[in-house]
């Protein structure tokens, strides 16, 4: 059975940093390739971040490149979203994806075979 246990959300001040992380079990961790999406309330859930096997490659979504960075610890089959210069526009439910299908980053919802329960980002101006 997957499991991706996401982790590491709460409140943050405009301009501050939060990382969230997410744990995952029951699948070969490092053949996933992993991302993070958000979910603001009213809205459609939206690509953030996605990070390949081994690593070598990541793609972000315009809208948080230069602040926020993916990355992943196969050893401790653990994937992150450091999170820089957050803006109140960040708020969201992040969830954490695995895709153990294709290599290759991809930016849809429907590219991702399991999905985290999600983590509350909130930041307050």
């Known amino acids: 059975q997957v499991q991706l246990v996401e982790s590491g959300g709460g409140l943050v001040q405009a301009g501050g940093s939060l990382r969230v992380s997410c744990a995952a079990s029951?699948?070969?961790?490092?053949?996933?390739?992993m991302g993070w999406f958000l979910q603001a309330p009213g809205k459609e859930r939206e690509f953030v971040a996605g990070?390949?096997?081994?690593?070598?490659?990541?793609d972000y979504a315009d809208s948080v490149k230069g602040r926020f960075t993916i990355s992943r610890d196969n050893a401790k089959n653990t994937v992150y979203l450091q999170m820089n210069s957050l803006i109140p526009e960040d708020t969201a439910v992040y969830y954490c994806?695995?895709?153990?299908?294709?290599?290759?980053?991809?930016?849809?919802?429907?590219?991702?075979?399991?999905w985290g329960q999600g983590t509350q980002v909130t930041v307050s101006s």
């Open positions: 990070i390949s096997w081994g690593g070598y490659t990541r």
């Open positions: 994806a695995a895709d153990q299908t294709r290599q290759r980053v991809g930016r849809r919802s429907s590219d991702y075979d399991y």
């Open positions: 029951g699948l070969t961790f490092s053949r996933a390739t």
